[in-house]
């Protein structure tokens, strides 16, 4: 299934062990998405208790539990799957994921050759946790309107945080940059389900404000707004349930500047590729993405999701 989705702002192992590298491109014949997170199946229901979750697919998204509207993430590692609250769910970065910056300088903004990152890649991998995004609850899909607004708010954490895609020839398409102005938005086609490579720049709590909207072919408006919780390092997760969310406004920006200029392109997206030591490369993405650049539309009379009007069965 080809998958569209708009940017519309950007903003382990020891040693030398796991190394990043370019990857040539995926054929977008066998660029397919996989099934982990669709919703072909019964509709899951939300699942009780806190929990850490260190290796194996999620996705966070809006769905409507019990008709009202709001973020949270699907647990694919337990069977039958579940959803949860944001609030009760740690995302753990374990040691597996750590890595460094190549030398190649299209990443130069996760730092300087040789620091130490910790990255769930886009592409799957053992023993790493493996989050994407989806808008693929059946009532979001059928009631949607050609859209779903993900937002990030706000952000907390003892290093940087940044979402990023592969494109062609694996060059990094960034989607958000915790270091620039936030807010900073990107658009979710309706009925998608992309992965992303998140990158975390040191060890310890991280704190992610996100906020959710879209419009239903009725004409109402939803929105919610979650903290998503990522324990990265070797530090005990269950200490990110104690961490206190940002606040409404976010914290000051570490780097001022102009916003990154939105990409313009239509291209297959291709993995990262993993080695240890000479050993061939891991994974493989599952889904081809097609970035474009572009402006929300507003229907006239329309309410955007950038200023939605709280209506019945909205999340605040």
Same mark, same amino acid.
């Given at each position: 299934?080809?998958?569209?989705?708009?940017?519309?702002?950007?903003?382990?192992?020891?040693?030398?062990?796991?190394? &990043?590298?370019?990857?040539?491109?995926?054929?977008? $014949?066998?660029?397919?998405?996989?099934?982990?997170?669709?919703?072909?199946?019964?509709?899951?229901?939300? =699942?009780?208790?806190? !929990?850490?979750?260190? !290796?194996?697919?999620?996705?966070?998204?809006?769905?409507?539990?019990?008709?009202?509207? !709001?973020?949270?993430?699907?647990?694919? /590692?337990?069977?039958?799957?579940?959803?949860?609250? /944001?609030?009760?769910?740690? &995302?753990?970065? %374990?040691?597996?994921?750590?890595?460094?910056?190549?030398?190649?300088?299209?990443?130069?903004?996760?730092?300087?050759?040789?620091?130490?990152?910790?990255?769930?890649?886009? $592409?799957?991998?053992?023993?790493?946790?493996?989050?994407?995004? %989806?808008?693929?609850?059946?009532?979001?899909?059928?009631?949607?309107?050609?859209?779903?607004?993900?937002?990030?708010?706000?952000?907390?954490?003892?290093?940087?945080?940044? *979402?990023? &895609?592969?494109?062609?020839?694996?060059?990094?398409?960034?989607?958000?940059?915790?270091?620039?102005?936030?807010?900073?938005? /990107?658009?979710?086609?309706?009925? @998608?389900?992309?992965?992303?490579?998140?990158?975390?720049?040191?060890?310890?709590?991280?704190?992610?404000?996100?906020?959710?909207?879209?419009?239903?072919?009725?004409?109402?408006?939803?929105? @919610?707004?979650? !903290? *998503?919780?990522?324990?990265? =390092?070797?530090?005990?997760?269950?200490? $990110?349930?104690?961490?206190?969310?940002? /606040?409404?406004?976010?914290?000051?920006?570490?780097?001022?500047?102009?916003?990154?200029?939105?990409?313009?392109?239509?291209?297959?997206?291709?993995?990262?590729?993993?080695?240890?030591?000479?050993?061939?490369?891991?994974?493989?993405?599952? $889904?081809? *993405?097609? &970035?474009?650049?572009?402006?929300?539309?507003?229907?006239?009379?329309?309410?955007?999701?950038? %200023?939605?009007?709280?209506?019945?069965?909205?999340?605040?």
């Amino acid at each position: 299934m080809t998958i569209s989705t708009m940017i519309r702002t950007t903003a382990g192992t020891t040693g030398a062990a796991l190394l &990043l590298a370019l990857a040539t491109v995926l054929p977008a $014949a066998a660029a397919t998405s996989p099934p982990p997170g669709a919703e072909s199946d019964a509709a899951p229901g939300t =699942g009780k208790g806190r !929990t850490v979750i260190g !290796t194996g697919h999620v996705d966070m998204g809006p769905r409507f539990d019990h008709g009202r509207w !709001t973020v949270q993430i699907r647990d694919d /590692t337990v069977s039958p799957a579940v959803w949860r609250d /944001t609030a009760d769910v740690v &995302l753990q970065v %374990n040691g597996a994921a750590r890595t460094e910056v190549p030398e190649d300088k299209q990443f130069g903004f996760l730092g300087d050759p040789g620091d130490p990152v910790w990255l769930l890649p886009q $592409a799957q991998r053992d023993g790493v946790l493996w989050p994407g995004w %989806n808008s693929q609850d059946p009532e979001v899909a059928g009631t949607v309107d050609r859209e779903v607004t993900w937002q990030l708010t706000g952000v907390e954490g003892p290093g940087d945080f940044v *979402l990023f &895609l592969n494109g062609s020839f694996g060059t990094p398409r960034i989607v958000f940059d915790a270091r620039r102005k936030l807010p900073q938005e /990107t658009g979710i086609e309706v009925n @998608s389900h992309v992965h992303g490579n998140w990158a975390f720049t040191a060890p310890g709590t991280y704190l992610l404000d996100v906020r959710m909207s879209a419009r239903t072919k009725d004409g109402r408006s939803h929105h @919610s707004e979650r !903290t *998503l919780r990522f324990s990265v =390092g070797p530090q005990d997760p269950r200490r $990110a349930f104690a961490a206190e969310p940002p /606040t409404e406004a976010g914290p000051t920006p570490k780097a001022e500047g102009a916003p990154v200029e939105p990409v313009r392109t239509d291209e297959s997206a291709a993995p990262l590729w993993w080695g240890l030591g000479a050993a061939a490369a891991v994974g493989a993405l599952a $889904a081809a *993405l097609v &970035l474009r650049r572009g402006r929300h539309r507003e229907r006239p009379g329309a309410t955007g999701p950038g %200023n939605a009007v709280p209506q019945e069965g909205d999340d605040r």
